[in-house]
Nanobody, 127 residues
Framework: QVQLVESGGGLVQTGGSLRLSCAAS????????MGWFRQAPGKEREFVAA????????YYADSVKGRFTISRGNAKNTVYLQMNSLKPEDTAVYYC????????????????????WGQGTQVTVSS
């Protein structure tokens, strides 16, 4: 059974940093790209960042480019999102997702189904 578990969310002041983690289990016999998405109250879930299976390719939403960095651990089953210079508009529930196709995981979740999702972790940035 596949399970994605996010952690690292919390409350931080504007300009602060947080590091999110997503631990994946059960992803066997396939190579999965991983991505981070977020959903603010009253808004649709949106793409934040993605990384290929090898880690050699990354892709970011314009809103986080230069502030967030996605990476994955050596064992490939953990993905991180380092978030710096946080803004109040970054406040959302952050979700981890896995998909066998990197070209799919970078698409908006409203238009493209992902293979697996985590349950999310809350990030709140106070002004």
């Amino acid at each position: 059974q596949v399970q994605l578990v996010e952690s690292g969310g919390g409350l931080v002041q504007t300009g602060g940093s947080l590091r999110l983690s997503c631990a994946a289990s059960g992803l066997t016999s396939s190579r999965y790209a991983m991505g981070w998405f977020r959903q603010a109250p009253g808004k649709e879930r949106e793409f934040v960042a993605a990384i290929s299976w090898t880690g050699g390719s990354t892709y970011y939403a314009d809103s986080v480019k230069g502030r967030f960095t996605i990476s994955r651990g050596n064992a490939k089953n953990t993905v991180y999102l380092q978030m710096n210079s946080l803004k109040p508009e970054d406040t959302a529930v952050y979700y981890c997702a896995a998909d066998r196709n990197f070209n799919t995981i970078v698409l908006p979740p409203t238009t493209s189904k992902k293979d697996y999702w985590g349950q999310g972790t809350q990030v709140t940035v106070s002004s």
